[in-house]
């Protein structure tokens, strides 16, 4: 990530920006792929300076202060609030899932054509749906984690009492959502993937940035609000009632997160200059391709020993998967656009979101009004379904 002086306020190609030119370039994207570290630990350097504030006034900031009364409210037990003793059998999910969402799940017999999917048989298509499972799991696991590192971060370097004490309690909603995904993962599937390559990057990078309001950009609106839309999708499709209640649990918490998000960094960035929000800007477009990138699964498709050739075929004659990935930005582009950050330096952000195609989010409703946000009590309190 670079920093943009205030007299350097230029455009920087795709290439600098994501590190190839071509934005869909799958050749690209499916050649990099997620591993686990050897020594089984990721570690990032984070230099970031720790605050303390003088100022203990609470509810200086009257907005901030409600969603913590909130969050205090809201908090659920994942080992006794989910119901642990139903039994998840993965190959009838997956055939029910398909069954359920079937204008969804039905392979366009000539994208097949040529490639090694065309003689799979009903197994090994109930396989590819069972790693399908185990892949997005675990990146929903090592999102959360990413989110428990730089929530703790957020306490330590944002300068207002009141973030500080928000952000407390998102520790402990993060911490609950890696266990619950994390148990649901052992107990419930059959394994665990690495954390996939362009997340691991993202995540590098808001962990790396020493300032405080990157950590918000990068986790709280990006990382954060596509997680609310993918949870939400996910939570419509599956036919799994540990899942679905789960699902519905942590998307709670996930609207006061990305509301947090929100409340804290709109007035902040009305004081930035044009080369500061350009700097803004530019890591929310990172942010995205590295989001859709993430979508592309490749892990899987290794897994399933699918060629590079192939999986290029059958996406490039899939038009949906990319109205599916759009679709997860639903959450974002209102956000990004009540920060100011769609239309400041002249609407470069504006501009890419409309090459991405998902502009037409951006009138949706923003974080800020999502129901579950400033909701009183947990979810268990409120029978969510």
Same mark, same amino acid.
């Given at each position: 990530m670079t920093t943009v002086d205030d007299d350097q306020?230029?455009?920087?190609?795709?290439?600098?920006?994501?590190?190839?030119?071509?934005?869909?370039?799958?050749?690209?994207?499916?050649?990099?792929?997620?591993?686990?570290? *050897?020594?089984?630990? $990721?570690? *990032?350097p984070d230099n970031c300076p720790a605050e303390f504030t003088w100022d203990y006034e609470k509810g200086a900031k009257p907005q901030l202060d409600k969603l913590y009364e909130k969050a205090k409210k809201? +908090?659920?037990?994942?080992?006794?609030?989910?119901?642990?003793?139903? &039994?998840?059998? +993965? &190959?009838? *999910?997956?055939?029910?899932?398909? &069954?359920?969402n079937s204008a969804m799940a039905q392979w366009d017999p000539s994208a097949l054509a040529g490639t090694v999917l065309e003689k799979w048989d009903e197994k090994r298509f109930v396989e590819f749906g069972i790693e399908n499972q185990n892949w997005m799991l675990s990146q929903?696991? $090592?999102?959360?984690?990413?989110?428990?590192?730089? /929530?703790? @971060?957020?306490?330590?370097?944002?300068?207002?009492?009141?973030?500080?004490?928000?952000?407390? /309690?998102? #520790?402990?909603?993060?911490?609950? $959502?890696?266990? #619950?995904?994390?148990?649901?993962?052992?107990?419930?599937?059959?394994?665990?993937y690495p954390m996939n390559a362009h997340l691991g990057l993202l995540l590098d990078d808001i962990v790396s940035d020493s300032r405080w309001d990157m950590t918000y950009l990068g986790m709280q609106i990006m990382v954060e609000g596509l997680a609310l839309a993918a949870f939400g999708f996910i $939570?419509?499709? /599956?036919? &799994?009632?540990?899942?679905? @209640?789960?699902?519905?649990?942590?998307?709670a918490d996930e609207a006061r997160h990305v509301a947090f998000g929100?409340?804290?960094?709109?007035e902040y960035y009305t004081e930035l200059n044009a080369a500061e929000l350009r700097d803004r800007q530019e890591f929310a477009f990172e942010a995205a391709i590295r989001m859709k990138d993430r979508m592309v699964m490749q892990e899987v498709w290794e897994r399933m020993e699918v060629p590079t050739a192939d999986i290029i075929k059958i996406m490039q004659s899939a038009p949906e998967r990319d109205d599916?990935? #759009?679709?997860?930005?639903?959450?974002?582009?209102?956000?990004? @656009? @009540?920060?100011?950050?769609?239309?400041?330096?002249d609407g470069w952000l504006r501009t890419k979101f409309t090459e991405m195609g998902a502009i037409a989010f951006e009138n949706l409703t923003d974080s800020t009004e999502e129901e579950d946000a400033f909701a009183d009590g947990s979810p268990v309190d409120r029978q969510v379904a």
């Open positions: 306020a230029m455009l920087r190609s795709n290439l600098e920006l994501i590190g190839r030119e071509k934005i869909n370039d799958l050749e690209e994207v499916l050649n990099f792929v997620g591993q686990y570290d *050897v020594d089984g630990f $990721h570690r *990032v809201a +908090q659920w037990n994942g080992q006794t609030d989910l119901d642990w003793s139903i &039994e998840v059998d +993965q &190959e009838r *999910v997956v055939v029910a899932n398909a &069954e359920a929903f696991m $090592h999102g959360e984690q990413g989110a428990l590192l730089c /929530t703790a @971060k957020i306490v330590e370097t944002v300068p207002w009492i009141d973030a500080k004490y928000y952000a407390a /309690t998102q #520790v402990m909603d993060e911490a609950r $959502h890696v266990e #619950v995904f994390s148990k649901y993962l052992d107990t419930k599937l059959s394994g665990h $939570h419509m499709m /599956t036919t &799994e009632p540990l899942l679905k @209640k789960l699902l519905r649990y942590v998307m929100v409340l804290s960094l709109k599916f990935q #759009v679709l997860l930005f639903s959450k974002i582009v209102p956000n990004l @656009k @009540k920060l100011g950050l769609l239309d400041a330096a």
